[in-house]
């Protein structure tokens, strides 16, 4: 059977995170793809600052791994952050069905809805995110099922997609690790990548919520396309041609810091 790209890529992680350096020998044995095939994938994967290439082989990009980390990630840019959620939480409305993915700007949203007055169900991949709206009363909270990714607190897979489809999503809020001129969001985590996926295809809307770090920006694979795309909340402006990109696909622009 044919392994795509991200397939590939997402198992050259796996075998990084169980032996800190591999050489493209044995992931050859490992996967059944050719030499050449692989130096390719680890260039790439290099370039995005996901592992280091060595002679041979590659070895896990510490720094990167742990700059990845949700703890990192949710003390980045946060007021910017708090800020994209001000705007997003003015967008819900009483009753609706949103989803809120595992990142760490969902969770600045999440910590609004549950000072908000708001009668809601909340869909979440999001480990945090269920906790910090588990014991409000006017929120019924819904955790999407699977593996608990380390170090990012969210649910990988799609072993409990299934609930999705008891439950009509209005609103699809969603950040990314890069959006990307070339593509559209991107994630660094595979196997999040694959969840989001199906999410987006469900959703009424997909609402991004990228701070301006992100904005042309690369990452590992793509969960959603500009046409799928509704919305776009950051913080400062975007320029040409990246906002022409937007416009030609209407996707509404929210600037918390516009000028």
Not at 110 to 138: C, F, H, M
Not at 165 to 189: C, P, Q
Not at 229 to 238: A, M, V, W
Request: with cysteine.
């Amino acid at each position: 059977m044919k392994m795509f790209a991200s397939e590939r890529r997402s198992k050259i992680i796996d075998l990084l995170h169980e032996r800190k350096r591999i050489t493209v020998k044995e992931i050859a044995s490992q996967i059944g793809v050719s030499e050449a095939t692989l130096r390719a994938d680890l260039n790439k994967m290099e370039h995005e600052g996901l592992l280091t290439r060595t002679h041979g082989g590659a070895v896990l990009n510490e720094d990167k791994e742990n700059d990845n980390s949700f703890n990192v990630r949710q003390k980045k840019n946060k007021e910017e952050k708090i800020q994209i959620s001000k705007k997003a939480i003015e967008l819900i409305e009483e009753k609706q069905c949103i989803l809120l993915d595992a990142s760490s700007t969902a969770l600045e949203l999440a910590r609004l809805l549950n000072s908000a007055s708001l009668r809601l169900t909340v869909v979440t991949s999001g480990l945090q995110t269920a906790i910090e709206l588990k014991d409000n009363p006017d929120i019924t909270v819904i955790l999407i099922g699977g593996v608990v990714t380390k170090k990012s607190t969210s649910i990988e897979g799609t072993l409990g997609i299934d609930i999705l489809d008891y439950v009509n999503i209005d609103i699809m809020f969603t950040s990314a690790n890069g959006f990307s001129f070339e593509n559209g969001l991107e994630d660094f985590n595979l196997y999040e990548v694959q969840i989001k996926k199906e999410i987006v295809k469900r959703a009424s809307k997909v609402i991004a919520l990228v701070d301006s770090s992100k904005i042309g920006k690369s990452s590992s694979a793509v969960f959603a396309k500009f046409e799928q795309i509704d919305r776009l909340i950051t913080d400062q402006p975007i320029e040409s041609p990246f906002l022409n990109k937007l416009n030609e696909y209407r996707i509404d622009t929210i600037i918390t810091n516009e000028t």
